[in-house]
Structure formats: structure tokens, C-alpha cells
């Protein structure tokens, strides 16, 4: 089975910053990596999909980059409602594996 | 508006069963493959089981095959999830989840979830 592996597993952050979170997959899964933001007591929302792709209705400041087995995603202006958890998923083989999350706190 | 609402969640003991639900509409539910997620209370997500749009086709995480079994009614556009010998470590909530594609697709809708509690 293929591992996800999330870093870090917490953040904190400012309103206005750029942040970073990385996703490393324990063998190649070319660009079959999707991203999830979850919010306290709700359900996954997907954001980005195929490493890069915004999923409709995201706002562009998400961006997701990367293939293989390293991957990215970028929030370069942090909004007050981007607070949250971020998962990782591969698609690339079953079974389908998620990260273990990054908590994004406010600074 | 595609919208997904999973039911049939609540306490049970261990060793016992539950029966969950999930609703779907504001799409051509028989044209998707659908997907049971979960997550154990302050855990991360974890897979559960897959079925193809035909329900040629499923998929279990090792965690639950031989315990749980998936199924779907096209024509009540319903998802199901039969939970036998439930355990401790089954305590999560259950969410169903949309394939955009098939196995190898991410998920683009998920339903509000569901919680099951396995307890004496």
C-alpha cells in the first residue's frame, strides 16, 4: 500500500501569509494526488484535484503543484476562513490513502 | 445541487451491526461510483469501501473486508453500508463520498456524515 505523509502537522499563520504544505507519497504516483480542506465538525471539501487542478468554485489563491512522489499546496494569501485542516489523498492504486492532515491555526 | 445524506448511524455494542444509508440527488446517481470514508473521532480519514456505478465492482480496506459489505439501489439512488462485528476501533464518523471518476478518481461531493458509536 502506498503511504502519504504530510508536513508539517501544524502550522500557525498570519492573515495575508503565503503558506505551504507538503505531501510525500512513499512510492511514485505521478500526478494522481488530490487535496482536501476540512473545517471543525464538517465534511472534506475537495480543492484541488490531479496534483493541479482547481476544483470549480475554489478560490485561486489555492494552488496545488508537483508529481511523483512530491507534491505542494500553496495558499498564497491566507483568508480568515482558510483555518483549517488539509488532507493529502492518492488515487493513483487502491487502496486510496490520505495524509494524516496539517492542522492550520491562526498566529 | 448534488447533495449526499447519510442515516442509519447511532450506539451499538460490540460484536453487533448498523445498516447505513446515504441519499443522493441533484445528480445521475446510476452514472457514479460512489465511496464510504471515515473518521475516527480527532483522527484523519481513512477509506472504506468502493462500488462501481454497476456494482460490477467493489473494493474493501483491509480494516473491514469480511465485515462490511457495500451495496447500492439505483433506482432509489441509495448508497449502503451493512457493518457486521462491529468494533471498538469502527467508532467514526461514516461519510459517503462521490467519485468524480472510478477507483483511481478523487471525491468531489461528500455527504455531512454519519456517527457511529461502538460501545457496552
Known amino acids: 500500500d502506498i503511504q502519504m505523509t504530510q508536513s508539517p502537522s501544524s502550522l500557525s499563520a498570519s492573515v495575508g501569509d503565503r503558506v505551504t504544505i507538503t505531501c510525500r507519497a512513499s512510492?511514485?504516483?505521478?500526478?494522481?494526488l488530490n487535496w482536501y480542506q476540512q473545517k471543525p465538525g464538517k465534511a472534506p471539501k475537495l480543492l484541488i484535484y490531479?496534483?493541479?487542478s482547481l476544483q470549480s468554485g475554489v478560490p485561486s489563491r489555492f494552488s496545488g503543484s508537483g508529481s511523483g512522489t512530491d507534491f505542494t499546496l500553496t495558499i498564497s494569501s491566507l483568508q480568515p476562513e482558510d483555518f483549517a485542516t488539509y488532507y493529502c489523498?492518492?488515487?493513483?492504486?487502491?487502496?486510496?490513502?490520505f495524509g494524516q492532515g496539517t492542522k492550520l491555526e491562526i498566529k | 445541487e448534488v447533495q449526499l445524506v447519510e442515516s442509519g448511524g447511532g450506539l451499538v455494542q460490540p460484536g453487533g451491526s448498523l445498516r447505513l444509508s446515504c441519499a443522493a440527488s441533484?445528480?445521475?446517481?446510476?452514472?457514479?461510483?460512489m465511496n464510504w470514508v471515515r473518521q475516527a473521532p480527532g483522527k484523519g480519514l481513512e477509506w472504506v469501501s468502493y462500488?462501481?456505478?454497476?456494482?460490477?465492482?467493489?473494493y474493501y480496506a483491509d480494516s473491514v473486508k469480511g465485515r462490511f459489505t457495500i451495496s447500492r439501489d439505483n433506482a432509489k439512488n441509495s448508497l449502503y453500508l451493512q457493518m457486521n462485528s462491529l468494533r471498538a476501533e469502527d467508532t467514526a464518523v461514516y461519510y459517503c463520498?462521490?467519485?468524480?471518476?472510478?477507483?483511481?478518481?478523487?471525491?468531489?461531493?461528500w455527504g455531512q456524515g454519519t456517527l457511529v458509536t461502538v460501545s457496552s
Open positions: 490531479a496534483a493541479s
Open positions: 462500488i462501481s456505478s454497476s456494482s460490477s465492482t467493489i
Open positions: 512510492q511514485s504516483i505521478s500526478s494522481y
Open positions: 489523498q492518492q488515487s493513483y492504486s487502491t487502496p486510496p490513502a
Open positions: 463520498a462521490r467519485a468524480a471518476g472510478d477507483i483511481y478518481s478523487y471525491f468531489d461531493y
Open positions: 441533484g445528480f445521475t446517481f446510476s452514472s457514479y461510483s
